[in-house]
């Protein structure tokens, strides 16, 4: 019995992607690094083991269907407060940078490649226009700039997908169909794409947020599967009546569904991500496979002059030219001109766009691919390993990441919220008890639904400006291992978890040697204090030096939690913890309690420190 081709393909491409991906967390690198050289090896020039010209029309249509996937989950994540300070430098990065970013690097593409000629020049320009959330999301994640950076790069990744792709489709169009059909028509054809996008994407966001909302209709443990049966129907809808228009059909309708927000859409986008990083993995080995070695070595010196220019001087003007007026530093703008890695997008679109020009009889259409991958590589190569370098030198990264992670809605983790969100920590948290999490979002809190336990997850939250985590589950197994799945994140002097009844006796050198409050409070002493009406407030300390443990025995009913120092940082106190004059410190508290008239003796040893009622310092 003879080996089928087309089997060997498809799963040899889902194996070898999942591999890469777990090699790129593990070497802690872009993923796109591993999978581009897994397609090279596995592809007909090195191993022959993919062979993606064997799957025929299927190859179109499996990789359009993942691109829809990936664009949709990318505009589901766009939030709209990303736009709260950064909108016009998104907007005008995506319009006014755009056009730029096309111009210029088609003038580049026809200079060090006359023999292109100006059409496939223009081409290749507007095949370059997008970066991508693909390879920008594991990056900021990685290298973890500025909120507002943050936020304008990973605002422009997911925005310029469907606009670079549609650019595309125009000079194709152009190029194949301006001669027979006329230069209006062609126009006239482009416009009719970006409107169908619009009411197509804008209707079944709408329609499938209706579904969702109607519980009696969608059952629950089906909403993941009718939100990605929605995404492949509009896609293939949009394509049906007009090709090339479904990439901005599935962009929008994902970013409205995720303006509209109906219940369980944590849940939603959870399912999404796993499902996008199989479908990355999987394109992005198989387009790589149909890359021709011989090809990128044919580009020679003018390949790699062509992505210098692009890095180097294209990507600069870009940012300059659309950030004249803005409040972003000088430094900022050189960070931003240092990031634009590109992505899935340009893979899918210039091997698509390379066969149909070979059908077309304009075999240069394998150069113009060959061009997009030089430019993904070396865009990947240059700036992923170096982004934290450079935005150190330039201080744009997030010096102080002050927030806090809460594993756990429930009452315990809903009231440590409450106190931390009032002295202005971010706090987000994270729980897979739906009921917990809309009550914490009641009460004013940022809270989702997620399982703490999948690294997916953390790849996925937005942990900006998060700096630590406090595992509060009644679940102490489930603690223990959210702070091991944390550890590598935040380190491991920032992640804790609360003690409880049944919580082992920590062992020297296995285990972490602190529990979230220490010894003098579990988790079941917490919850029955705040159901008694034990309230946690704010206090500074005014006197001298003096333990926690001193504390709690000079005032009675009252139980450190954190201290705020006097530079704004939260910390965790151990049971043996001092106390320094300045500090502030959240404590819980009785209700009846009675602060004592006679305060206790200090001695040159050791001193007693004083709860006021003075406020505590408010942290960035």
């Given at each position: ?304 002059a062509l992505v210098a220019v692009i890095v180097f001087l294209v990507r600069p003007a870009t940012i300059f030219l659309c950030t004249r007026g803005s409040e972003l530093s000088q430094r900022e703008k050189w960070f931003l001109s240092w990031i634009a890695p590109r992505g899935i997008v340009a893979a899918a679109v210039s091997s698509l766009f390379a066969l149909i020009l070979e059908r077309n009889g304009v075999p240069e259409g394998r150069v113009v691919m060959s061009m997009t991958f030089a430019v993904i590589v070396g865009t990947v190569m240059i700036q992923a390993p170096t982004a934290r370098l450079v935005g150190k030198r330039l201080g744009v990264l997030e010096e102080r990441r002050n927030g806090v992670l809460i594993v756990g809605a429930n009452s ?209």
């Amino acid at each position: 019995m003879s080996a089928d081709p087309v089997l060997s393909t498809v799963a040899l491409t889902v194996v070898a992607g999942v591999a890469c991906q777990a090699a790129a967390r593990w070497l802690k690198v872009p993923a796109i690094l591993p999978l581009l050289l897994a397609g090279v090896l596995l592809g007909p020039d090195v191993l022959g083991l993919v062979l993606p010209d064997q799957l025929g029309e299927g190859k179109r249509v499996l990789v359009g269907l993942a691109v829809a996937v990936i664009l949709f989950e990318g505009g589901l994540s766009l939030k709209a407060d990303a736009f709260r300070f950064s909108g016009t430098t998104i907007r005008n990065l995506v319009t006014i940078g755009a056009l730029a970013t096309w111009a210029l690097s088609a003038l580049a593409a026809w200079i060090l490649f006359p023999d292109l000629g100006v059409g496939l020049a223009v081409l290749f320009g507007s095949l370059v226009i997008v970066t991508g959330p693909t390879v920008i999301q594991p990056l900021l994640k990685s290298v973890r700039p500025r909120r507002r950076l943050a936020d304008i790069l990973r605002g422009e990744a997911i925005l310029i997908d469907p606009i670079g792709a549609l650019c595309a489709v125009l000079v194709l169009e152009f190029l194949l169909e301006a001669t027979s059909h006329g230069t209006t028509s062609v126009v006239l054809a482009f416009l009719g794409r970006v409107a169908l996008g619009v009411v197509l994407g804008g209707v079944g966001a709408f329609v499938v947020d209706r579904l969702i909302r109607q519980r009696d209709w969608v059952p629950r443990d089906l909403r993941n599967l009718l939100v990605l049966a929605s995404a492949i129907g509009l896609y293939a809808a949009s394509e049906l009546i007009a090709t090339e228009s479904g990439v901005l059909t599935v962009t929008l309708a994902g970013f409205l569904l995720g303006w509209l927000h109906p219940p369980g859409l944590d849940e939603i986008e959870e399912f999404k991500g796993h499902l996008t990083v199989l479908m990355v993995s999987m394109v992005f080995v198989l387009l790589s496979a149909d890359l021709a070695l011989d090809g990128m070595r044919a580009l020679s010196v003018p390949g790699i002059a062509l992505v210098a220019v692009i890095v180097f001087l294209v990507r600069p003007a870009t940012i300059f030219l659309c950030t004249r007026g803005s409040e972003l530093s000088q430094r900022e703008k050189w960070f931003l001109s240092w990031i634009a890695p590109r992505g899935i997008v340009a893979a899918a679109v210039s091997s698509l766009f390379a066969l149909i020009l070979e059908r077309n009889g304009v075999p240069e259409g394998r150069v113009v691919m060959s061009m997009t991958f030089a430019v993904i590589v070396g865009t990947v190569m240059i700036q992923a390993p170096t982004a934290r370098l450079v935005g150190k030198r330039l201080g744009v990264l997030e010096e102080r990441r002050n927030g806090v992670l809460i594993v756990g809605a429930n009452s315990v983790g809903r009231a440590l919220g409450s106190a931390l969100s009032r002295l202005s920590f971010p706090v987000l948290l994270l729980d897979t008890n739906r009921w917990n999490v809309e009550r914490a979002q009641k009460e004013g809190l940022d809270a989702r639904v997620g399982n703490a336990l999948d690294e997916l997850v953390m790849q996925n939250l937005d942990l900006d400006v998060i700096g630590r985590l406090f595992a509060v589950t009644s679940n102490d197994s489930v603690n223990r291992v959210a702070v091991q799945v944390y550890e590598r994140e935040f380190g491991q002097e920032d992640v804790h978890a609360i003690r409880l009844s049944e919580s082992p006796e920590p062992q020297a050198g296995k285990e972490r040697g602190d529990y979230l409050f220490g010894k003098r409070l579990s988790w079941e002493d917490l919850f029955q204090k705040l159901g008694a009406e034990h309230t946690i407030e704010r206090a500074q300390i005014e006197e001298r030096n003096a333990t926690v443990a001193q504390l709690m025995e000079r005032y009675p009913g009252v139980v450190p939690l954190f201290k705020i120092q006097e530079d704004g940082e939260l910390r965790t106190l151990a049971d043996d913890a001092p106390l320094r004059i300045g500090d502030g410190m959240l404590y819980l508290v009785d209700p009846d309690f009675e602060e004592p008239e006679e305060p206790v003796a200090e001695t040159e040893a050791e001193g007693a420190a004083a709860v006021s009622e003075a406020p505590a310092p408010a942290a960035d």
